[in-house]
Each structure stands twice: as structure tokens, then as C-alpha cells.
């Protein structure tokens, strides 16, 4: 099933199921006032939830119609945003851009960072900021939702876990990123607040291109309407959602509703850095990667970061070419008090 | 007004006033069903929540005995916990211990990491951990909670946002640390779940005590019954509370019920590291401070972190010597699952 928040002025918004193919929608707040309820007592109401869905599709509920631009996040505030880095390419990239190193223990231990989750951006929100000199950038990426993980788990076990997969804009800052991580407590003011998809959908919703651990599609992403990634998410995910899920959960119980994110989606080629996809490579999901690569190859970045009134999209479709979760589309604006 | 949230089976408890004096309660849910639910509409519930708070006083109303083993963590779970490190002291000596320099930029830009707070544990439950080895430390500190705080916000307008006071014991784990913070992304594994004392207090409920920025008493924390720390937190914190809010919300609004930290309070003596309580000094507020001294002194640490068995208890009283929050109380415990 396929499950979306319409903005309706509270803090929460309204929990609504959504058809297959997008175009409708049915209240559901009746089952579960907003998707933190439903994945509060998932076990009793996902059942409810997903008839609901079935009766939607039939056409034997009261339906409307869904627009995007309607949706909130799916989770307009959550309690905890844990943001992995499992492609560990985009890693070494954007480490190189930064010049530091990367230790081999990269590639088997995972990399997390506690993201803000307290206010997130809707879907088709402009990415207000103060300033363009702070290097705005957006980052790509596929995220699920679990339900209560018990401190410890195993990744078998952590499969069982996956509620519901989404997409998400990791708004990042880049002029930011470098001082902020050399402070030694991670990301914070260079984090800004994301965005996630319209729409959030149970697993079994993407067939065959979910293995249980990761998303085998592109994830395009579109920079004022030119293709700019079609990094696909099942390739070079060092580590999937389950073993993430499991280094997040080693010292401490993860609790329903927690968000748990892939990082940047990045493809190497020919086991090489990409190319972009004029050159009929699969592209970046951020601007910092294709920066990297042209100082490689040029000597200094080209590309700039986002400026006000830059538009990125994200979106992911099925084989039959139909949006899965509905688009992440952001205007960057400037912000002002 | 003082305010708790009694145990109750559900995830996020149940809202009670509590008497000035700690010892008895009134329900509140009917004004707002959970702490969050108040905080999420201050301007209107709190001035119910006061009233019911003097009726309380006056026994005017149904009141039950409070017990502090009932209360959970005010918020059981929060969507923010952004811990500052205001202390520089505390971050001086850590540093040291790990054998990192301190750039002077710590003395005028405040330090602050995203927390986890999904799953805060009540303040009379166990700390329970795998392993002894991953070095179990507390930290005792200074918490308060916001109203929401727009974007951009200056250090004189966040102090209005400051609705209530708690401690925390932000539980850390110093054999993690180290090899955690190298990754780049600041804490996860090496930050458990963290414990806020049974009572948050509305600023006026500490009197002089409090100056729109700090609080300055002493900060009680008494290891396996002994005195172990009386740090006051209105010494040496070299950023107050609206300095840290500012930082916190330079690129992104904070929604009300984020709960803003102190760090580890740590005082200087005579412009030197501080002294053990036993050498009439005010002690530390983390073991990991006085393992540092000693190192200093002795060439080598000699007070273990926490073993299992262990108890922790922290507290703050007034100049009368009454309890203010309530004291945190946990012993260590293996965890199995």
C-alpha cells in the first residue's frame, strides 16, 4: 500500500492510503490520525490500512483527488532521523573533495550521522536559505521507516523491521560541512532541514526491484529539468538498509517511526568515479560528486552549487515508467526573517 | 509549575503537575494529554497548567502522592536533542584524553550534536549495556526546552523561547568514542539513550537561581552513594542557553518541544582543572574528567568508568536544600536480550 499526510494546518497533517498509481487518495485518520499513530501500533493497524488500500483501488470508498503539492513529508516531524552513507563511493568522493583521506575500515564498518528530525520540509517546499555562499546542495537519497528495533539486533533480524520505503532531499550545506565536521561532533548547522517523498510505500509495493535489503531502480534526479543522476540504488549500496539498521541499533533501541536513510546514491563505472548523464554516464544524486570529478579532470569544479531559484527533482519509477513515492520538487529561495 | 509525565503504558505517558515540594501530583491530561501535546500548544495550555499548579498548592484540587519512580523522562520521546558542549573546560579535558588538540575557535564557536531521542529512558530505570568495555560514563547536565524558534533566530529572542528546565544523565560510552568521532560524523553508537530528571520546571520555579541564561547551583552527582561532582552550572559555561539555541537554529527552524543541552558541567579552580570533591574541590560532573586529572598527576588513570552495578545519582537542590527536578537514579546493568 501507499501512504501519504496531507498538510491540513496541525503539526502532523492527516494520514491518508493513496492508489497505486497516485491520481487518488482516501482519509484514513479514522484507522490511525497521522502516520506516526499508524506506526505506533503498526501490527493492529496495517492490516486495516492496507484493506483500506484494496477498497481504494476497487473504487468502493469515497476517494479524492491527490496532488503532490497536497502532501506533507509522510512524517512531517519524526523521532529519529539516522542517516547512513552506505554508498561508500560518494564517501571517497566527497572526502577528496574535502581532502581527507578515507580509512579502508570504510568499506566494513558503516558510516551514520544523527540527522535533525523535528521539522521537516514538504515535498514541493522551496529549500529556504539565508545565503548561496553556504554552498547549497542537495543529496538523493532512498530511506525506510522502521518499526520498534530492540537494542542489538541482528541484520536478519532487522529485515523484519522495514514498515515503509521512501525518498528523501538531505539538504546539505557544503561552505559548512568541512568546518562543522573538523569540530569533531558531525553534522549540524550544514544539515538543514529535508525533504522526503509525497508519498511512503510498504516494500512489497516495489515487486522485484526489492531484495528485502536494498531498491534495484534509478533514482533520477533532475537540476532544472535537465537529467542530472540516474545513480541506480541497488548498485554500490556497500551496506543495505537491514545491516544499517543494525549499526544503529548496537547500543540503544531504535523506536517505531524511526527513519533510516541510504545516503547519497552514487554509482561507479567501470570501477571508476561516474560520468555525468550527457556523457552517458549514470550521473551524480548530489552536486558535490560531479564537482569532484571535474576538479579531477579539469583541475577546478565547474558546476556551482544551488542558487536561488535552482529547481531540483527526485523521483523513482517502476519498470512500466510510473512514479513509485511521487517527486521531491524544490525551488531554492532566499530566506528571509 | 513543575510538570511530569507518569508511567503509564503508553509510549508517551501521562501529563501531571507536580507540587512544589515533589510530593504530590494532579493529573493534567485533560488540559493536554502528553507533555509534547503542551508544548506543542504553550500560549494556550500553559496558563491552564499554572492554574491547575496553584490550586495544587492550595489543595484544591485531587492530588495523589508523586513518586519519582513513577515519572518517566518528561518527554519519553522527543523530536530534538541537541546537546551543546558549553563546558569548554569539559571539552578541553576530554579532548586531552583522547589526545586531541583544542582549536582556540571552541572558546567563541559553540560546539552542539544531534542527539538520539527516540527511546530517552525513565530517570530511576537502569542503564543497561552489552558490554563493560565500552567504557560506561555519565554526563550531568543542564537541559532545557524549547517553544518553536524560527530560522536565523538571535541569542536576545531565543530566550523567550526557553519554556522548561531538566537535568539529563547523557550516558556516553568512551571506549566508542574515540574511533566513532575519527569517522567524521559525530556520535551514534558511543550516545545511548539518555535519562532527564522526573520533574522539567518552568524557568520562575528557580528564582534568582536562574538569569534568562544559566542556572547557577550546584549540579549534586554522587557516585555508588559518595560525592562525586558539585560543579555549580552557572560557572564557566561559556555559552548560555539562547547562545546555544542561536547556533542550533542558524540554518533551520526548531520546533517546541526540542530539548536544547547544557553538555557536562565542569568547573575551573583557580584557573586550573578542578579537584576531586574528597580534595575539597567541586568535583566532576563525568568520570571521564577526573580519569584525565589523574592522568595529569598519576601518569595514568585510576577510577574506572561504570561497571556493572554501579549507581549514578544526580540532582540539583535550592538554597533551602529541597530537590528542585527530582534526582535521576540508575544503576548500571548487563543488557540481554
Request: charged share 25%; glycine share 10%; with cysteine.
Amino acid at each position: 500500500m501507499k501512504l501519504a499526510t496531507l498538510k491540513d494546518g496541525s503539526r502532523d497533517g492527516k494520514l491518508v492510503v493513496v492508489s497505486r498509481d497516485l491520481t487518488r487518495c482516501t482519509d484514513a485518520s479514522f484507522l490511525a490520525r497521522t502516520m506516526q499513530a499508524a506506526l505506533d501500533d503498526w501490527t493492529r493497524v496495517a492490516p486495516h490500512l492496507a484493506a483500506l488500500a484494496e477498497s481504494l483501488e476497487h473504487g468502493s470508498v469515497p476517494s479524492e483527488r491527490f496532488h503532490e503539492s497536497d502532501a506533507h513529508s509522510p512524517l512531517p516531524r519524526a523521532y529519529q532521523w539516522a542517516d547512513g552513507s552506505a554508498y561508500v563511493n560518494h564517501v571517497e568522493l566527497v572526502r577528496k573533495a574535502r581532502g581527507a583521506d578515507m580509512p579502508p575500515s570504510f568499506w566494513t564498518d558503516p558510516l551514520i550521522y544523527q540527522g535533525g528530525s523535528d521539522a521537516f520540509v514538504p515535498p514541493r517546499d522551496p529549500i529556504r536559505m539565508a545565503d548561496e555562499a553556504w554552498g547549497i546542495d542537495c543529496e538523493a537519497e532512498v530511506t525506510v521507516i522502521v518499526d520498534d528495533v530492540p537494542m542489538g539486533v541482528g541484520a536478519e533480524e532487522a529485515k523484519d523491521a522495514i514498515r515503509l520505503v521512501m525518498l528523501v532531499n538531505d539538504v546539505t550545506l557544503r561552505a559548512l560541512t568541512g568546518p562543522e565536521l573538523a569540530k569533531g561532533f558531525g553534522f549540524f548547522q550544514s544539515k538543514p532541514s529535508s525533504a522526503f517523498s509525497p508519498v511512503a510505500v510498504t516494500p512489497d509495493e516495489l515487486g522485484d526491484a526489492w531484495d528485502g535489503g536494498k531498491v534495484h531502480l534509478p533514482l533520477m534526479v533532475d537540476l532544472n529539468g535537465k537529467p542530472f543522476g540516474r545513480a541506480n540504488a541497488g548498485i554500490d549500496m556497500t551496506f543495505d538498509f537491514p545491516a544499517l539498521i543494525a549499526h544503529a541499533a548496537r547500543s540503544r533501541p531504535l523506536s517505531a517511526g524511526t527513519i533510516i536513510g541510504s545516503g547519497t546514491v552514487s554509482n561507479k563505472m567501470d570501477g571508476q568515479p561516474g560520468k555525468p548523464v550527457s556523457e552517458g554516464g549514470a550521473g551524480y544524486s548530489c552536486i558535490a560528486e560531479q564537482r569532484v570529478i571535474e576538479t579531477i579532470q579539469l583541475g577546478e569544479p565547474k558546476t556551482p552549487f544551488l542558487r536561488f531559484g535552482d529547481t531540483v527533482r527526485i523521483e523513482m519509477k517502476d519498470k512500466a515508467g510510473h512514479s513509485i513515492f511521487g517527486a521531491i520538487e524544490q525551488t531554492v529561495e532566499k530566506y528571509e526573517r
